[in-house]
């Protein structure tokens, strides 16, 4: 898979960003993107040729296997830094819209079509908002699929074809499991700083606008 398209939004992102918008990007880009790439997606490539089971009824490993792995770990890891990442295109597409507004009308209409002001502050704000409810999303829905954030070595398969139950065996549990952690840490440390970005923002909007009306009212 190219992660090309990836990479460049992330870099577009980053213009565009706060300090801790910046730091979000780079968690994402370097303890996530180059993680999976580099390392994770290696660990997981075999997992279905290397799923044993003591028992060689055929069909039976493949049913088991589809029961306890109804979706790869990989895949779905892979689909959640898609998706947390998608929506900062929305604030990517609204910076592009004033530049080409402003070429439109041949004239200045934004002090920087890039500060997040007015529009652009709401447009950022929502896609904070996703970004989180994504991840959190994503992370429930690892939990709720594997029954916990663990990876057992040994699994118990009673499922026709099978003819009894069956002891079946997942390979490389351990280091399966320590990067389940760190998918795991990464993600809740998304959370945090996006959660933390989106306070900052309010926090500032807040003050801007009491900062404004203290002064209307002095005038």
């Not at 002001?117 to 994504?134: A, E, V």
């Amino acid at each position: 898979m190219s992660w090309a398209f990836l990479r460049d939004l992330l870099s577009g992102v980053n213009k565009y960003s706060t300090g801790i918008g910046r730091i979000w990007v780079a968690v994402v880009f370097m303890f996530r993107l180059l993680v999976y790439v580099a390392a994770a997606e290696n660990i997981w490539k075999h997992e279905h040729d290397e799923f044993e089971c003591n028992i060689k009824q055929p069909g039976c490993e493949n049913v088991c296997f589809d029961h306890f792995f109804p979706v790869s770990h990989i895949r779905l890891w892979a689909l959640q830094l898609i998706m947390v990442s998608t929506p900062s295109l929305l604030v990517v597409f609204h910076v592009a819209y004033r530049e080409n507004r402003e070429k439109h009308h041949n004239q200045k209409l934004y002090r920087n079509p890039g500060k997040i002001d007015g529009g652009l502050l709401c447009t950022y704000l929502i896609s904070l908002i996703l970004k989180t409810g994504l991840e959190i999303a994503f992370l429930v829905l690892f939990y709720k699929l594997y029954n916990g954030f663990r990876i057992p070595r040994l699994v118990k398969c009673d499922i026709k074809p099978c003819p009894n139950t069956v002891d079946c065996y997942i390979s490389k549990p351990t280091e399966k499991m320590i990067f389940l952690y760190f998918l795991v840490a990464t993600s809740c440390l998304c959370i945090v700083l996006n959660l933390s970005e989106l306070s900052y923002l309010i926090f500032k909007y807040s003050i801007k606008c009491y900062l404004k009306r203290h002064m209307k009212k002095q005038q």
